[in-house]
């Protein structure tokens, strides 16, 4: 099975592609949110760990298979190439939906190809 090819098959452990979709999103989102606010460090880890379990409770995972399937989209860069453009139109979508004022930024896809995911950093996912 090459990470090339486009035809990978994704193991019965993993998030499928379309819920996968929907907890990136909702990760990136939270984050982004927990940024926005300047709180001190263990304020922020305790309300970004209630979002991560928020998160995986709404789609019924647990951290564990969560950070499995990150781990094996992202060792597949063209899958989680497929699977990250349609987040990306997302929230450039709620982005301007917002009104004007705010500090949010619109999301810009101006690498080409593979560049945007191994220039992506990890979601943070706070242990206890």
């Known amino acids: 099975m090459s990470c090339h090819s486009s035809k990978v098959r994704i193991p019965s452990d993993i998030i499928p592609e379309k819920k996968m979709q929907l907890v ?3 990760v990136i989102t939270a984050e ?4 926005q606010h300047p709180l001190p460090a263990d304020t922020n880890k305790n309300i ?5 379990n ?3 409770l709404k789609y019924k995972i647990s951290k564990a ?10 060792h597949h860069p063209a899958l989680f190439e497929k ?7 997302s929230l450039n979508a ?3 939906r917002t009104p004007a004022g705010n500090n949010l930024q619109p999301v810009n896809n101006p690498m080409p190809n593979n560049a945007i995911i191994r220039n992506m950093p990890r ?3 706070r242990g206890k």
């Open 24 to 26: 990136l999103l909702d």
């Open 32 to 35: 982004a949110e927990a940024s």
């Open 48 to 52: 970004t760990n209630r979002l991560y």
């Open 54 to 56: 928020e998160i995986f």
């Open 65 to 74: 298979e969560y950070t499995k399937s990150y781990d094996f989209y992202a």
């Open 83 to 89: 699977n990250l453009l349609p987040i990306l139109d």
């Open 94 to 96: 709620m982005d301007a």
């Open 123 to 125: 979601p943070i996912l």
